[in-house]
Each structure stands twice: as C-alpha cells, then as structure tokens.
C-alpha cells in the first residue's frame, strides 16, 4: 500500500498557520492560507493533467474548470497532499481557539 501521508505538506501548512497565528493572534488565518495554498498548487497540477490527456495538449481546449475535474484527480494530490494537511490544521485551530 502506499504511503498518503505527506509530511512536507504537513509541515507547510503548520508553518504557514504559525506565520498567521502569531501575525494575527488567529489560528484560522494561517490554516486558511495553508490549505488555499495547496488547493491552489493541487489544482494547477490537475489542470496539467487534464491538459496532458486532451489531444491536442493545449491549454487552449481545456475548460475553464479543468483543474476541478474529478476525473483528473489522483487519490494521493486529494488525500495527501490536500485533505490530510487541512484537517490537521483546521484540528489545531479549533484546539488552539478553544484553548
């Protein structure tokens, strides 16, 4: 089985929710920019994909929400590297706001 625990990503959602925590004194700040900042990043590379896999490989002939397409997603960019680091984070912020 492989491994759908990516640390890396772990790690920069926490840091960035640190920068957010101790800039704003909100622990959901830096959690909201980690994980849109994955999101992001997990979107443009399935829009590379969607690309990829369309015959004439031009950005061109994709649609407009290609990089939402379900169809382009692979299970390790949905859990790994994006839905495993937001629930940490937003975990951590419901932690530290209740605290």
Known sequence: MKNYLNISHILICL????????LTKDPFIGAIAGIFFFAGREISQTEYRNIEASPSKLRKDMSVFGGLNPKYWTLKAFLADLTIPSLIVITIAIILQIL
């Open 15 to 22: 840091a960035l929710q640190g920068v957010g925590y101790a």
